[in-house]
């Protein structure tokens, strides 16, 4: 089993749909936890970090649920700009150098 | 700017000819990686570094070489590169560590071995 895992779709959705997203993990001392975007082969970039108590910046919600070993990415009202693919990081706690990336989840927003 | 350079960004070359892609960062970051990504895969790491003279294997080490003399670069080397190791690479920095601080990346380089 793979120590994190996401949905690869495709999600296709139109313009203003809800999408979500999971990444399971099975490090249970898995620490931290991050989304990044990447698009079209270019560099990773930083979306949002995941925290506990879950977070929310804008259109996107991030959530952790550590009972169940996974993090979720909720994009409201999605736009055309937000097709790209959607890579979850998980870090262990007891190596700040490790660092996993699931294999990532690609979404297309369409008009 | 804040950045993260990495060097060639585009190689083609042919087996056996050791090869070193560099990889240089201006943030005073202690934490360096260099991961590789293929088709449909998410990136899996090679080697991390978390200060000078501190270096690590990752998940995918076998084949590479990295150094880090400097705080500021972090080369990846293939002493003697194979068609397997055609990948896009992508170093990355910060600050703290990947355990509480996001990683910044280069712009990647795409490596063919013929």
């Known amino acids: 089993r793979k120590e994190v895992e996401q949905d690869p779709g495709p999600f296709n959705v139109p313009e203003g749909a809800t999408v979500a997203f999971n990444c399971t993990y099975s490090?249970?001392?898995?620490?931290?936890f991050f989304w990044y975007r990447q698009d079209c082969r270019k560099e990773p970039k930083l979306l949002m970090s995941?925290?506990?108590s879950g977070n929310e910046d804008g259109r996107f919600t991030a959530q952790l649920n550590r009972a169940s070993q996974y993090i979720s990415l909720l994009i409201r009202d999605s736009k055309l700009s937000d097709s790209a693919t959607y890579l979850c990081?998980?870090?262990?706690?007891?190596?700040?150098?490790?660092?996993?990336f699931g294999d990532g989840t690609t979404l297309t927003v369409k008009p | 700017e804040a950045q993260v350079t990495q060097n060639p960004r585009y190689l083609i070359t042919v087996t056996g000819k050791k090869l070193t892609v560099t990889c240089s960062q201006n943030?005073?970051?202690?934490?360096m990686s260099w991961y590789r990504q293929d088709p449909g895969l998410g990136l899996r790491q090679i080697y991390y570094?978390?200060?000078?003279?501190?270096?690590d294997k990752g998940d995918v080490p076998e084949g590479y070489k990295v150094s880090r003399k400097e705080k500021r670069n972090f080369p990846l080397i293939l002493e003697s590169p194979s068609p397997n190791q055609t990948s896009l690479y992508f170093c990355?920095?910060?600050?703290?560590?990947?355990?509480?601080?996001?990683?910044?990346f280069g712009d990647g380089t795409r490596l063919s071995i013929l």
């Open positions: 990355a920095s910060s600050s703290q560590g990947f355990l509480n601080q996001p990683q910044h």
């Open positions: 490090n249970s001392a898995s620490q931290s």
């Open positions: 995941v925290y506990s």
């Open positions: 990081v998980v870090n262990p706690n007891t190596n700040a150098g490790k660092s996993t």
């Open positions: 943030m005073n970051h202690e934490y």
């Open positions: 570094s978390m200060n000078v003279e501190v270096t």
